[in-house]
Structure formats: C-alpha cells, structure tokens
C-alpha cells in the first residue's frame, strides 16, 4: 500500500481542509456568481495541463531512451496520476456550458451569422463537442495507464521487455497526444471567441503545458529531497531539469511572439480582435505583458548562469514564477473576451486553491514512499552520479529504503 510522503497529520489536514474550503467557496460561487465557470474552467485546465505534461516527461525520456531521468520518474508519474481526475472535473463544463460557451445557446447570435454556417455549425455542437472532450480523456487516459503499468510491473520483475513496451504505448502517445491535444485547445479554449481562429494555438498550448508541467515536476522534486527522499537525485538531474525548464520557456515565448506577429500582420479582424480585447484596456495590456515576463524574460534570466540550475532555492524560485506565469497565461486566454476589466475575487480563489488542494492530495496518494524509485529499471545506473551508485546497489538489494 502507497504511503504518503505527507505522513504529518497536519499537513494531511491542512490539504483536506484547504479542499473543502475550495469547495465550499465553488458551490457558493457557482450559485452567486458570473465569474465561477470561468475560473472553474481556467483552474481544471491548470491541473490538468499540469498532469498531461508529466505524461509528456515520460514519453520523450522513453522514447529517446534517455537515462538521466530515471532516478525521480516516479515524481512525473505521480503527477499524470491526476489526469483522470482533471478529466472528469472538466467533464463538469457541461453544467456551465451555456455560460461558457455562447455558440451552445441558440438564442445567442451576438458572434455574427457565420457561426451557423458550414462546418464550424458542425463542429460546435454540444452532443459533439463533449463526446470528442470525452473520447480525448479516454484515450490519455489509456495510454497513461499502459505507461504506468509496464513502469510498476518491471519492479517486480526486473524484465527489459517492460521499457519496450513504455517505448511504445509512449510513441503512440506523442503522436495521438500532439493531435487530440490541439483540437483539444481549439475547442475548450479557442471556441470561447468561436470567431477568432489561430492555426498555431494548438502548438502555443502545447509550449505552455510542457513548460508548467517541468517546472511543476523540478518543484516537486526539489521538496522531495529535502524532506530526505530522491537522496540518489544529485546536480545532473537539477542542471538537466534546469535547462528544459529554460528551453520550455523559450519554445512558448517563440510560439507566443509567432502568433501575434503573424495575426498583427495579416490584420484580419476575425483574428485582430483576440489581441484587441487583451491590449485595449490598460489591465488587460499590463497582463499581457506581464505575461510574457512571467513565463519567458524572467525564468530565462534566472535560469542561464550554469551554477544556477544546481542551486536549490533559485531554482524553487524560477520554477513557481513559470507556474504562476502558466496559470495567468490560461487566465488571459479566457477571461478577456468576457471582462471589461482584469480582477481576481474569492471565487477565483477558492477555485484555484480547490484545485490546488486536489493535485497535491492526488499526488501524494500515488506517490508510494516505499517505491520511489524504480529499482528495476535497467538506465537506473546510468542515471545516477558516481557517488550515489552505493545508493542504488542497496535499493535494489532491499538493504536500504529510500524514502
């Protein structure tokens, strides 16, 4: 049985507590404000994106066969535990639908004649749309526990045959995930303004969920270290998770300079107003600007010096202002086309604190203290540095735990 690496019964409580809270705070919110599915939706989103991009950390460290990040892959694995979770909160859209979504309400016809029109009448259907959210979570879904499997099951065994087969379920990840991903992000976030359209938002979202979710593991990591566990995890694995980290941040600041650049040229208005509501108002402006501090200029600052990447606490910093960038960069993509103005209440908060709450209790229910590394893995050698060999020999012995 898992134990939890939050064996205080305070910190259990205190998550627990900080739960009901968010609930609390959402059923009140739901009820007596506009803002609620909005902020229900940026904050399912948040986990979630979080969760897939653990999935993504382990499919390309299989595929590639890369064995440097063998020693903390149960920290990512922990982490897409969360995916069926995230899945069906956003499920709950459906309730909040008419709110959401403007095109679900066929009384509504303030996006103009066009969306009734063709195929995009098609397409945005509410039996559709939510039978494709449906069939998007269950195949993750599927493929995250094919991973899983083969990933515990080699710990009994020890069989290489089991890294053949998470090399596979993996590639067929990458490549349904980079698909199902991007029309994903075109309809739960793109078909909020369902008269704008960007050819590169499936990539912008896929930038964002892979640099939110290397921070998220490299915090994790980090914390789990100095609580005594990953003791085998040394300054290879910290400059390397640094460094995607910092890489990350640099493809979603490309992605993000590309589509304005590209829609700021070509000057439709169907495209244009998507960037005339967050830069028409000096709120919406200065978080589009803070924006990209958040998520690029300052991660990448900190981030460049070599011994940086090593230093526990800069890291710890860099990392929590790239989720913080994330979460608003999700908060700018689908509350501008509804809000005159920016502004964050106690719906918001008690959301995003639910939320909050639910990752970290999923986490650690699947984090067991007792299998936190994977001892059969045939690269876990290869993974470590010289001095923590000792380390890994007594692990797979079972002469020593590390917890």
């Excluded at 009901?20 to 399912?44: C, D, K, P, T």
């Excluded at 300079?257 to 070509?266: D, E, H, R, V």
């Excluded at 990392?319 to 608003?328: A, D, N």
């Excluded at 501008?336 to 959301?351: K, Q, T």
Aim: charged share 15%; hydrophobic share 55%.
């Amino acid at each position: 049985m898992a134990r939890n690496v939050f064996r205080n019964a305070m910190e259990r409580n205190a998550l627990f507590g900080i739960l009901a809270v968010g609930i609390v705070g959402s059923v009140v919110g739901a009820m007596s404000s506009e803002r609620f599915w909005f902020s229900f939706l940026q904050n399912a989103l948040f986990m979630l994106t979080l969760a897939l991009g653990a999935a993504l950390f382990i499919a390309f460290k299989s595929v590639s066969n890369a064995g440097w990040a063998t020693v903390l892959r149960r920290v990512p694995e922990a982490m897409m535990a969360s995916v069926p979770v995230g899945g069906l909160c956003l499920l709950l859209v459906f309730f909040g639908r008419n709110i959401l979504y403007p095109w679900t309400n066929p009384a509504t016809d303030s996006h103009g004649p066009d969306l009734q029109l063709g195929f995009k009448h098609l397409w945005l259907s509410t039996p559709f749309f939510f039978g494709r959210m449906a069939v998007f979570l269950a195949i993750w879904c599927a493929l995250i526990f094919l991973m899983q499997r083969a990933s515990f099951q080699q710990d009994l065994d020890g069989s290489v045959e089991h890294t053949r087969k998470r090399k596979i379920y993996s590639s067929i990840f990458l490549v349904v995930f980079a698909i199902t991903f991007s029309l994903a992000s075109f309809d739960w976030i793109m078909s909020l303004e369902p008269m704008f359209y960007s050819t590169i938002f499936g990539f912008y979202t896929i930038a964002g969920t892979l640099t939110s979710s290397a921070a998220a593991i490299t915090i994790l990591v980090i914390l789990l270290k100095k609580r005594g566990h990953l003791s085998a995890v040394g300054d290879k694995q910290m400059h390397a998770l640094g460094q995607i980290v910092m890489g990350f941040a640099t493809f979603w600041a490309y992605m993000w300079i590309s589509q304005y650049l590209l829609i700021y040229y070509a000057n439709l208005p169907e495209e244009t107003i998507y960037y005339y509501r967050r830069t028409g108002s000096n709120g919406w402006l200065t978080l589009f600007i803070v924006n990209l501090f958040l998520n690029w200029v300052i991660p990448f600052v900190m981030l460049l010096p070599r011994q940086v990447k090593m230093n526990a606490k800069w890291m710890l910093a860099a990392c929590t202002i790239v989720l913080i960038g994330h979460w608003l960069d999700l908060y700018t993509m689908i509350f501008p086309a509804f809000f005159a103005s920016p502004m964050i209440g106690y719906v918001d908060i008690a959301v995003f604190v639910g939320f909050a709450a639910l990752f970290l209790i999923v986490f650690t229910l699947n984090l067991d203290v007792e299998r936190m590394v994977p001892t059969g893995d045939p690269y876990l050698e290869e993974s470590v540095d010289r001095e923590h060999l000792e380390t890994v020999y007594s692990l797979r012995t079972g002469s020593t735990v590390d917890g």
